[in-house]
């Protein structure tokens, strides 16, 4: 059974920066693609970064030039940079994967606040 954790988050000041990781135990094989989604209070989860295990990637248009998305296969984690935060992009952030059989996993969030 594969597990996915998050870590990173917390509280930052408008303009600041936070990294966010995400590790898959459980896991001896590679996983396929591997995302972060968030869902800010109120509103539908949405995706924020993805990445392929080829390392191609696609971004929110809110989030472009700001967050960069990267992964380590040997170590099956996902990491979601993120610069020039805004307090729009405070919400729960999710790390998403899917395994090469098509099995999606889900890690349990990470809070984000963005906020002076």
């Known amino acids: 059974q594969v597990q996915l954790v998050e870590s990173g988050g917390g509280l930052v000041q408008p303009g600041g920066s936070l990294r966010l990781s995400c590790a898959a135990s459980g896991s001896r094989f590679r996983l396929n693609a591997m995302y972060w989604y968030r869902q800010a209070p109120g509103k539908e989860r949405e995706l924020v970064a993805q990445?392929?295990?080829?390392?191609?990637?696609n971004y929110a248009d809110s989030v472009k030039d700001r967050f960069t998305i990267s992964r380590d296969n040997a170590k099956n984690t996902v990491t979601l940079q993120m610069n020039s935060l805004k307090p729009e992009d405070t919400a729960v952030y999710y790390c998403?994967?899917?395994?090469?059989?098509?099995?999606?996993?889900w890690g349990q969030g990470t809070q984000v606040t963005v906020s002076s």
């Open positions: 990445i392929t295990s080829l390392g191609s990637t």
């Open positions: 998403r994967a899917i395994s090469y059989d098509g099995v999606v996993y």
